[in-house]
């Protein structure tokens, strides 16, 4: 996935249970992004890191939570306050914020309530 | 923070026709204008950008161009083909993207 992966690709979450989606790069870049996609609209911003342990909440990051312990690894979970999860989330690095050369990004996670 | 608007949402080219997108944006701030091609299920590709020093680039049958002044730009695709019909993206950055809600391009055979 051009260096940066993504799994489970596809994710079943039953109400009330918390979930957690990966996002690895082996690109060494400094900076990853978490977006939310639904039908008919773009990619909203949920959180985003520029270092490691630090990161920032982006537009919609309520009922979601992050960490970023690794330079690789920046994982999303997705809480039981979120209460309209079903989404295809997915998570973009960049080599520093700011910098041209655009976003690298993975192959998305179906995130489906049942 | 960065609010970036795209039109239109839909558009239907003929093969061979031309194709224009055109986004605007809110913070004079941002000096960075990527357009990313999506594909149904995949994920988003990056098929031209544009720094705000420059005001036009042009890759094939893909170009952008940028007017700062007006906080806008736009993506060209000339000689559109059967494999152009894709969601389209427009974004805006200063340190991150802020992208707009996208153009669902098809074109007819």
């Known amino acids: 996935d051009g260096g940066i992966t993504q799994s489970p690709k596809y994710l079943f979450r039953k109400e009330g249970q918390n979930v957690t989606l990966s996002c690895e790069q082996n690109?060494?870049?400094?900076?990853m992004y978490w977006y939310r996609q639904d039908p008919g609209q773009g990619l909203r911003l949920i959180y985003y890191s520029q270092i490691v342990n630090d990161f920032q909440k982006g537009d919609i990051a309520e009922g979601y939570s992050v960490s970023r312990e690794k330079k690789e690894s920046f994982p999303l979970t997705v809480t039981s306050a979120q209460k309209n999860p079903t989404a295809f989330y997915l998570c973009?690095?960049?080599?520093?914020?700011?910098?041209?050369?655009?976003?690298?990004f993975g192959s998305g996670t179906r995130l489906t309530v049942v | 923070g960065e609010n970036v608007e795209q039109h239109p949402s839909t558009l239907s080219v003929q093969e061979g026709d031309s194709a224009v997108i055109k986004c605007t944006y809110s913070?004079?701030?941002?000096?960075?204008f990527p357009w990313y091609k999506q594909e149904l299920g995949k994920r988003p590709q990056l098929i031209i950008d544009?720094?705000?020093?420059?005001g036009e680039k042009k890759d094939q049958r893909i170009a952008v161009t940028l007017n700062k002044t007006a906080k806008h730009f736009s993506l060209h695709i000339t000689e559109t083909q059967p494999e152009d019909s894709a969601v389209y993206f427009c974004?805006?950055?200063?340190?991150?993207?802020?992208f707009g809600a996208g153009t669902i391009l098809r074109v007819k055979s």
């Open positions: 913070d004079s701030a941002s000096n960075y």
């Open positions: 544009i720094r705000s020093n420059v």
């Open positions: 973009a690095s960049s080599i520093a914020p700011g910098q041209y050369g655009g976003y690298t």
């Open positions: 974004a805006a950055s200063i340190d991150k993207l802020v």
């Open positions: 690109l060494n870049h400094d900076a």
